[in-house]
C-alpha cells in the first residue's frame, strides 16, 4: 500500500535537492571563513586585473596629458592618487565581498538545514511505519 505522506515528502526532497544541489554542495565543502576567503581571493584577483585594465584604458584616453606631465612629480601625484584610489576602492571591495558573501553562506546553510530537517522527518516516518509492520507481525505470531 502507498503511503501519500511519504510519496509527497519524498518528490518535495527530489525537487528540492535539483533545485539547490550546486549551492548545498558548495556550502557543505566549506567552512564560513574559508568560503568568504575563498571569494575574497577571487575577489581581490579579479578588481587588481579590472583595476589594471581601467588604468590602461585611462593612459590610452589621456596620452596627451600623460606625456606632457612627463616631470617627476607630476608623474608622482598621479602614481600616488591612482594606488590611493586602487586601495580605497580595494578596501570597500573587501567589505562588501564580507558581506555578500556572509550572506549567502547563512542562507545556504539555513536551507541545508532545512533539507536535513525534511531528512530526517521522512526517517521518521519510514521508522513509524517499520515498527508498526514489526508489531503487527509479532502480534500475529502469537
Sequence with gaps: ML????IKL???LALFEKKHA???KTVNQYFKSDYISRNLLRGFISYTLCSILLFG???LFNVEVVLSSIGMDELKGLAFRGGALYLGGLFLYVVLTIIVYGGRYE???KRN???IAKLKHLDKRYDIHRRARKMERERRGR
Design 10 to 12: 519524498m518528490t518535495e
Design 113 to 115: 538545514r532545512i533539507y
Design 57 to 59: 584604458m585611462w593612459v
Design 107 to 109: 542562507y545556504e546553510e
Design 3 to 6: 503511503n501519500e505522506d511519504k
Design 22 to 24: 550546486s549551492q548545498m
